[in-house]
Every structure is written in C-alpha cells, then in structure tokens.
C-alpha cells in the first residue's frame, strides 16, 4: 500500500461522512416533519457523529492549512460551482424541464457566487478585528452582513434568516 492511497482513502471518508451528515440531516428534519422526535434526534446524533469523523479524516489528510490558504481555497471552490459547476446543472435541468431541479441549482449557484464575494471580502481584510454578523437564508443559502428585509435571492421574510 501507498501513502497516496491512503490520503486517497482519506479523502474518500470525508466526502462519504460529509454526505452522511447531510443526509442524515434531512432524515432528522422529516422524522421531525412526521412527529419522531426520537428518530429525529437519533439522525442529528449520528450526523453530528459524522462531522466529526469526516473533519478527522480531513484534518489527517493534512487538508486544513492557513486561514488565508484557506479562504483562498473557498473563493476558488464557491468561484468554481457559480461559474463552472450549477450552469450546466441549470442548462440540464432547463433542458429536460425538472422545475424543481432548476430552482434548487439556480438558488445554490447564486448564493455560491455570494459567498465567493464574502470569502474574498474576509480575506482582504482577514486582520480586521471589529465584529462581523451574517445572516444565512435558511430557503436559499444565500448570506448577508445585514439582515436583509427579504432575501434578494429567493424572496424567503428578512425575520427566517439564521444570524451567525
């Protein structure tokens, strides 16, 4: 066995527990929807479970560098799905008219583009020390610095979005 295998698998892990949080995320909020609470907390345990294994494998993978590399590494990644990635997913779903698709790509690359801006605004002033909020849109996941009266991206009341 190889060391480029092993990172190999590294990666893999996180990808598989990243996705597993996600989804058991989902299941969480549709146990809940349907009145399991204990099933519900059970998916939220097992996905934070989850995190946790996939920011160890991430972490051993020697994947987290400098807080500027970092956010260098987000602008390109969030730069990439708004760009690259959802208008092809976008054209797709246009093409064989799956609404529902369509919106979803739509939303996330618009916000995609946000926080592309917002991760490069944080690294232009990554020195600064006075506090900054944020305000995620819980519909779209659209983010602003201001809550906004209602989301520019989605439409969703300025009063749902989720201050960080």
Avoid: W
Avoid at 13 to 37: I, L, S, T, V
Avoid at 59 to 76: M, P, R
Avoid at 113 to 132: G, I, M, S, W
């Amino acid at each position: 066995m190889s060391e480029n295998k092993t990172l190999d698998n590294l990666m893999e892990a996180f990808a598989g527990e990243a996705q597993a949080n996600r989804k058991y995320m989902a299941y969480a909020k549709k146990a809940e929807k349907d009145g399991k609470m204990n099933a519900a907390k059970l998916f939220r345990a097992a996905a934070d479970a989850e995190t946790l294994h996939a920011l160890k494998h991430f972490e051993v993978a020697g994947k987290i560098s400098s807080t500027t590399d970092n956010l260098k590494d987000a602008v390109a990644g969030e730069t990439h799905e708004y760009k690259e990635m959802y208008p092809d997913f976008v054209k797709e779903a246009e093409a064989v008219g799956n609404k529902a698709a369509l919106r979803s790509f739509t939303f996330a690359m618009k916000a995609e583009e946000v926080h592309a801006k917002l991760y490069q605004e944080a690294l232009d002033n990554l020195d600064q020390t006075e506090e900054v909020f944020y305000y995620l849109c819980p519909i779209c996941g659209n983010i602003e610095k201001i809550r906004p009266d209602k989301c520019s991206i989605c439409g969703v009341p300025g009063g749902k979005f989720i201050e960080y």
